[in-house]
């Protein structure tokens, strides 16, 4: 089980558009993506004013990029959130790709 930094456990559910994460049951963030092709495009993150700073955001964005490797996936940052977090993990390097013209007409279309 994960926690955030006050000891308070977390979980991480997928959703067909989304992850969610909830502290002690309530829902109090998520991160969006979209899949295309062999990408997931993650494109905005937000987590609860009221939870800042306990760390979920880390938590959320670790097991979405997590589960996006173990689906085979690439990962695209559009969010600066889980740009930020690919910055200061490398070990997911090898599976970033840029944000391209043809990403922002996907998510132009959505």
Do not use: W
């Not at 991480?12 to 092709?37: C, K, L, N, W, Y």
């Not at 987590?47 to 173990?70: F, H, K, M, P, W």
């Not at 690919?86 to 990403?103: A, M, N």
């Amino acid at each position: 089980m994960t926690t955030d930094k006050t000891g308070a456990p977390t979980t991480v559910t997928q959703e067909p558009d989304r992850f969610a994460i909830s502290v002690d049951g309530q829902r109090v963030g998520h991160t969006e993506f979209m899949d295309h092709g062999d990408q997931r495009i993650f494109p905005h993150t937000e987590i609860d004013d009221a939870y800042g700073g306990r760390g979920l955001a880390t938590v959320l964005v670790r097991e979405a990029l997590e589960s996006t490797r173990a689906a085979g996936l690439r990962i695209v940052p559009v969010c600066p959130l889980v740009a930020g977090y690919l910055d200061r993990h490398p070990e997911f390097g090898d599976l970033v790709d840029p944000v391209t013209i043809d990403v922002k007409r996907v998510l132009a279309r959505r």
